[in-house]
């Protein structure tokens, strides 16, 4: 058999027949579907036996949830293609995608052939706009990535690709098994890089790769983690390789690329916390020589080196102010959070905790303990009663008072989370922007 294209699939019923039209529509027939069902509690199930009915290249493998890398690594197990292709479930392609890609990559005897791809929004606003992933580096030519480096730092969309299955095999590339469906593209991509003697590149964009989806996996609350666990799991890769000290400036620029770009796409709230461990990397990466390499250019070096030598500065004049109207509901560790924020709020002159209950006075307590002045200290409330004028020996305000507060005042939102948008609304009326907020993670652990 000459292709095999993998789908993963988990509950995405409301796309998956334009994704499975699209493969339908392929004029290869010497192919097999291999849709991965990974316990969907919608009727992707019984979408994809209509398909499995209607053509005998479709196949379905049915299973219990274990994530997006499992998935792939069980049809990578299936597979019997020369050829291995993914699509994303809710993504679809055209026509002709897969017999153009399928002849490049017989006629280049390369390890992987990729193509461009357009976005496709799931509001339709930025329909058939092509993506540009490839600019600047070769295309309509094979070369070895390793020698044209930039190729680490483009976008992975390791599903605009065909893959020779016998160079994945023989190189012992699969995909990192953790839970959910965040990032273990990241490593895959990585590795084939790394081994990939020959690759092509197609200008030419086919995929359709939808965006912004409401219920994509990037929003998860644990993202850093993710994120985090898939760099580290690409370090242990590259060090037991003999070529680690050159991977290495491969691997650090293409980190901070990623958790830079996580860093401003970031929720407030959840900018700070990115950006201590994103600091904390830079360090590693910069004692050890990386930023030298070639593949560091200056722009980025100079970020870098900005972000360590001071990264509170960076921040204030980086980070999204309350103007950015979403609300972080997670945090990937509540401990390592709460210290990220009170070490945010320390260097302010002055620090408001909007909320007197209980979790204020915690937070109260935990500032003090760390050096804070009780004179540094305000409680505010949205409505202040006659007789509440101060609490645990620190005044109480009403929100109102502090219309037009300074830069050097910071609030802390230390109420539950279902309520923090109502309060949001009050401090953007007021014309606050230095906000803090807890997540009832945080809250739960004082």
Same mark, same amino acid.
């Given at each position: 058999?000459?292709l095999?294209?993998?789908?993963?699939?988990?509950?995405?019923?409301?796309y998956?027949?334009?994704?499975?039209?699209?493969?339908?529509?392929?004029?290869?027939?010497?192919?097999e579907?291999i849709?991965?069902?990974?316990?969907?509690?919608?009727?992707c199930?019984?979408i994809?036996?209509?398909?499995?009915s209607?053509?005998?290249?479709f196949?379905?493998?049915?299973?219990?949830?274990? *994530?997006?890398?499992?998935?792939?690594n069980?049809g990578?197990?299936?597979a019997?293609?020369?050829?291995?292709?993914i699509?994303? +479930?809710?993504?679809?392609?055209?026509?002709?995608?897969?017999?153009?890609?399928?002849s490049?990559?017989e006629?280049?005897?390369?390890?992987?052939?990729?193509?461009?791809?357009?976005y496709?929004?799931?509001d339709?606003s930025l329909?058939?706009?092509? +993506?540009?992933?490839?600019?600047?580096?070769?295309?309509?030519m094979v070369?070895?990535?390793?020698?044209?480096?930039?190729?680490?730092?483009v976008g992975?969309?390791?599903?605009s690709?065909?893959y020779?299955?016998?160079?994945?095999?023989?190189?012992n590339?699969?995909?990192?098994?953790?839970p959910g $469906?965040?990032?273990q593209?990241?490593?895959?991509?990585f590795?084939?890089m790394?081994?990939a003697k020959?690759?092509y590149?197609?200008d030419? $964009?086919y995929?359709?790769?939808r965006v912004?989806?409401?219920? $994509?996996?990037?929003?998860?609350?644990?993202?850093l983690?993710k994120l985090?666990?898939e760099i580290?799991?690409i370090?242990?890769f590259?060090?037991?390789?003999k070529?680690r000290?050159?991977?290495?400036p491969?691997l650090s620029?293409l $980190?901070?690329r990623?958790?830079y770009?996580?860093?401003?796409w970031a929720?407030?709230?959840?900018?700070?916390?990115?950006l201590?461990?994103?600091?904390?990397r830079l360090?590693?990466?910069?004692?050890?020589g990386?930023?030298a390499?070639d593949?560091w250019?200056?722009?980025s070096?100079a970020?870098?080196?900005?972000i360590?030598?001071?990264k509170?500065?960076?921040?204030?004049?980086?980070?999204?102010?309350?103007?950015?109207s979403?609300?972080?509901?997670?945090?990937?560790?509540a +401990?390592?959070?709460?210290?990220?924020?009170?070490?945010?709020?320390?260097p302010?002159e002055?620090?408001?905790?909007? *909320?007197?209950g209980?979790?204020?006075s915690k937070?109260?307590?935990?500032?003090?303990?760390?050096?804070?002045?009780?004179?540094?200290?305000?409680?505010?409330?949205?409505?202040?009663?006659d007789?509440q004028?101060?609490?645990?020996g620190?005044?109480?305000?009403?929100?109102?008072?502090?219309?037009?507060?300074?830069?050097n005042t910071?609030f802390?939102i230390?109420?539950?989370?279902?309520?923090q948008?109502?309060?949001?609304q009050?401090?953007?009326r007021l014309g606050?922007?230095?906000v803090l907020?807890?997540?009832?993670?945080?809250r739960?652990?004082?």
């Amino acid at each position: 058999m000459k292709l095999s294209i993998l789908v993963p699939i988990y509950n995405v019923s409301k796309y998956l027949p334009e994704c499975l039209d699209s493969l339908l529509a392929q004029t290869v027939s010497d192919m097999e579907i291999i849709c991965i069902n990974d316990g969907s509690t919608d009727n992707c199930k019984s979408i994809i036996e209509s398909y499995v009915s209607r053509d005998s290249r479709f196949k379905l493998i049915d299973k219990e949830n274990t *994530g997006y890398g499992n998935s792939l690594n069980m049809g990578l197990a299936a597979a019997q293609g020369e050829y291995i292709g993914i699509v994303e +479930s809710d993504d679809y392609i055209d026509a002709g995608m897969m017999h153009d890609l399928l002849s490049v990559i017989e006629k280049t005897q390369a390890d992987v052939v990729k193509s461009d791809y357009k976005y496709s929004s799931f509001d339709d606003s930025l329909d058939n706009k092509k +993506s540009n992933n490839l600019r600047n580096l070769p295309v309509d030519m094979v070369f070895n990535p390793l020698k044209e480096q930039g190729i680490f730092l483009v976008g992975q969309s390791l599903w605009s690709a065909l893959y020779r299955r016998d160079f994945l095999s023989d190189n012992n590339i699969t995909f990192h098994e953790t839970p959910g $469906a965040s990032f273990q593209d990241v490593s895959f991509a990585f590795k084939v890089m790394t081994n990939a003697k020959k690759i092509y590149l197609i200008d030419r $964009a086919y995929y359709h790769y939808r965006v912004s989806n409401p219920n $994509a996996s990037m929003k998860m609350d644990n993202k850093l983690d993710k994120l985090c666990s898939e760099i580290n799991y690409i370090e242990e890769f590259i060090g037991q390789r003999k070529d680690r000290k050159a991977l290495e400036p491969i691997l650090s620029r293409l $980190a901070f690329r990623i958790l830079y770009e996580n860093y401003q796409w970031a929720v407030p709230a959840y900018q700070f916390v990115m950006l201590n461990e994103l600091a904390s990397r830079l360090r590693i990466y910069e004692s050890r020589g990386d930023f030298a390499a070639d593949i560091w250019d200056d722009e980025s070096v100079a970020t870098a080196k900005e972000i360590i030598v001071d990264k509170d500065a960076f921040y204030k004049k980086t980070g999204k102010k309350i103007f950015d109207s979403r609300l972080w509901q997670g945090t990937m560790n509540a +401990s390592v959070y709460k210290d990220a924020i009170l070490s945010k709020a320390i260097p302010y002159e002055n620090i408001v905790l909007y *909320g007197a209950g209980v979790v204020g006075s915690k937070i109260k307590d935990e500032l003090l303990n760390r050096g804070v002045q009780k004179s540094q200290l305000t409680f505010a409330v949205t409505s202040k009663s006659d007789n509440q004028d101060e609490k645990d020996g620190i005044p109480v305000k009403q929100i109102d008072e502090f219309k037009g507060s300074g830069e050097n005042t910071i609030f802390i939102i230390t109420v539950k989370e279902e309520k923090q948008y109502e309060m949001l609304q009050n401090m953007q009326r007021l014309g606050i922007e230095n906000v803090l907020f807890l997540s009832d993670e945080v809250r739960y652990s004082l």
